[in-house]
């Protein structure tokens, strides 16, 4: 695996960072794994400074420990981790949409509508990432009318780690989870957010769920 060397530092960081994350939430490096920088440059194809702001990013998100001589190593996913990061989740998100709604555009709604239809095509064509991909999407513009700053970096931090990778663990979701969105989509159109901020609760606290049933914790 060989990262695009061309590309500006942050995006090299940020893309390392996501290649790791990624790896460790599939159980590519399992729980009291050491990481070793110079494999992982030298796997990803990259330098040892971008990695090194790597794990001290994942530290941060809590998917692994930098021990004293010893270095960077996977920690054991907790089930109050889990709870947390979701409770967590399903009430500021809960509460950000239902601030969003009456700011979001005709396109914005549109936008949401296709983002659906092609979350279906992914399903269907047993598409993982692009379904990953599109389903960060729709949460972001979900929220976009939110006009309070700190609870979307509070969203976005939390978004880190778990969250975006839930499909790619849990596949068989991924029917649920978009009938779930169509759900949302239609209390948009109906313009009742009260019952948008419901449903993303719903939404969020059922993803976690099935997290944890997945690791058996």
């Not at 060989?2 to 530092?9: G, I, R, S, T, V």
């Not at 790597?54 to 021990?67: D, F, H, P, S, T």
């Not at 601030?99 to 993982?128: A, P, T, Y």
Request: negative net charge; aromatic residues 6%.
């Amino acid at each position: 695996m060989n990262m695009e060397m061309k590309l500006d530092h942050t995006t090299l960081q940020e893309k390392v960072t996501a290649a790791l994350r990624k790896m460790i939430l599939l159980r590519k490096f399992t729980p009291g794994e050491r990481l070793i920088q110079e494999e992982l440059a030298e796997s990803l194809g990259v330098s040892r400074m971008p990695i090194r702001e790597a794990l001290q990013r994942l530290e941060i998100e809590g998917l692994i420990e930098i021990v004293p001589h010893k270095g960077a190593v996977v920690k054991e996913i907790s089930k109050e981790d889990i709870e947390e990061i979701y409770f967590l989740r399903s009430l500021l998100e809960g509460l950000a949409v239902q601030k969003s709604l009456n700011h979001l555009s005709k396109e914005d709604i549109s936008c949401l509508e296709d983002l659906v239809e092609k979350m279906e095509e992914d399903i269907r064509e047993d598409n993982l990432d692009g379904f990953v991909e599109h389903n960060i999407l729709f949460h972001q513009l979900l929220r976009k009318g939110c006009n309070w700053k700190r609870i979307d970096k509070m969203i976005q931090y939390l978004w880190n780690g778990y969250p975006p990778y839930v499909p790619s663990l849990l596949p068989k979701t991924m029917k649920t989870s978009n009938e779930e969105h169509r759900q949302m989509l239609k209390a948009i159109q109906e313009k009742d957010p009260v019952k948008l901020r419901y449903l993303m609760e719903k939404h969020v606290m059922r993803a976690g769920e099935a997290l944890l049933s997945i690791f058996e914790i």
